[in-house]
């Protein structure tokens, strides 16, 4: 090799790690550029909002950039991993962090491009209903279609079928409807404890959303028809008893162990 050729070979290397060397001062630029646009936005975000990197991309659109800034702020704390790809801006309180809402864990499950999917039921619903003081960390989810049940960080989340088309006016009914299908599942819950308390909700409900309740029924097991003929009873609602009963074969009973004095109607609907 002649001098000319070296000369040449040491020019070429040095341009090389020049250029890298732009490229990568561009790189970290472009990054904490990137960095501070997200940072930005997730300022804005609500305390135990749950997001992913795709709602960070409509004004920028590199993917593998934005991925490693949230890495970078999930290990300074500015932001909390969920799941793989779920994030969360976490609330600090004086026992410590707060986990997202059940909502927001499940959100896009629920809802997608503005149409309802789905909604919780179960357990989460037992307590808002004041049937039992027990948390879990198995969410429920009512959906018209059944799929696996899937794990989201220290969540799972299990999907229960609902036949009623599902709309926002008739979900907290659906939710007292499920509860009494599995009124024998509700953990840490007397059976006499819970047909008190529901007797109680329903009878709170207007005219019109116990009809509801009883028309949405109908698509519902037998059993959860003949308990709720028997809730609205108590309630002092006979106007859908002709309905229900119909929809009942009369000679069909229906086993509710436990103490049942609170509820002197179950006779009449065959639950022993």
Same mark, same amino acid.
């Given at each position: 090799?002649?001098?000319?050729?070296?000369?040449?070979?040491?020019?070429?290397?040095?341009?090389?790690?020049?250029?890298?060397?732009?490229?990568?001062?561009?790189?970290?630029?472009?990054?904490?550029?990137?960095?501070?646009?997200?940072?930005?936005?997730?300022?804005?975000?609500?305390?135990?909002?749950?997001?992913?990197?795709?709602?960070?991309?409509?004004?920028?659109?590199?993917?593998?950039?934005?991925?490693?800034?949230?890495?970078?702020?999930?290990?300074?704390?500015?932001?909390?991993?969920?799941? %793989?790809?779920? +994030?969360?801006?976490?609330? $600090? =309180?004086?026992?410590?962090?707060?986990? /997202?809402? @059940?909502?927001?864990?499940?959100?896009?499950?629920?809802?997608?491009?503005?149409?309802?999917?789905?909604?919780?039921?179960?357990?989460?619903?037992?307590?808002?209903?004041?049937?039992?003081?027990?948390?879990?960390?198995?969410?429920?989810?009512?959906?018209?279609?059944?799929?696996?049940?899937?794990?989201?960080?220290?969540? %799972?989340?299990? +999907?229960?079928?609902?036949? $009623? =088309?599902?709309?926002?006016?008739?979900? /907290?009914? @659906?939710?007292?409807?499920?509860?009494?299908?599995?009124?024998?599942?509700?953990?840490?819950?007397?059976?006499?404890?819970?047909?008190?308390?529901?007797?109680?909700?329903?009878?709170?409900?207007?005219?019109?959303?116990?009809?509801?309740?009883?028309?949405?029924?109908?698509?519902?097991?037998?059993?959860?028809?003949?308990?709720?003929?028997?809730?609205?009873?108590?309630?002092?609602?006979?106007?859908?008893?002709?309905?229900?009963?119909?929809?009942?074969?009369?000679?069909?009973?229906?086993?509710?162990?436990?103490?049942?004095?609170?509820?002197?109607?179950?006779?009449?609907?065959?639950?022993?």
């Amino acid at each position: 090799m002649n001098v000319n050729s070296t000369n040449f070979i040491y020019i070429l290397s040095s341009f090389l790690v020049n250029k890298l060397d732009i490229l990568y001062l561009w790189d970290k630029r472009e990054l904490m550029k990137i960095t501070d646009y997200i940072s930005n936005s997730i300022d804005r975000l609500p305390k135990g909002y749950v997001f992913t990197y795709t709602d960070l991309m409509d004004e920028v659109n590199q993917k593998e950039a934005i991925i490693k800034a949230l890495n970078r702020m999930t290990a300074t704390g500015k932001i909390m991993k969920l799941s %793989k790809g779920k +994030f969360y801006k976490p609330e $600090n =309180t004086p026992f410590g962090y707060l986990q /997202p809402s @059940l909502k927001q864990v499940a959100k896009d499950l629920l809802e997608k491009n503005g149409k309802l999917t789905g909604y919780l039921t179960g357990y989460s619903i037992y307590n808002k209903l004041g049937l039992t003081t027990q948390v879990s960390n198995t969410i429920q989810i009512g959906s018209s279609k059944i799929r696996p049940s899937i794990r989201r960080g220290k969540y %799972k989340i299990a +999907f229960l079928r609902q036949k $009623n =088309t599902i709309t926002r006016e008739n979900i /907290p009914l @659906l939710q007292i409807l499920d509860t009494i299908r599995n009124i024998k599942k509700i953990p840490d819950s007397p059976l006499e404890a819970s047909l008190k308390r529901l007797r109680i909700i329903i009878k709170r409900l207007s005219d019109a959303d116990q009809v509801s309740l009883a028309k949405l029924a109908l698509k519902y097991t037998p059993f959860t028809r003949a308990l709720l003929g028997a809730l609205l009873e108590e309630a002092g609602n006979k106007a859908m008893k002709e309905l229900l009963k119909n929809s009942l074969n009369p000679i069909t009973t229906y086993s509710l162990p436990g103490k049942k004095p609170s509820l002197q109607s179950l006779i009449n609907w065959n639950i022993q």
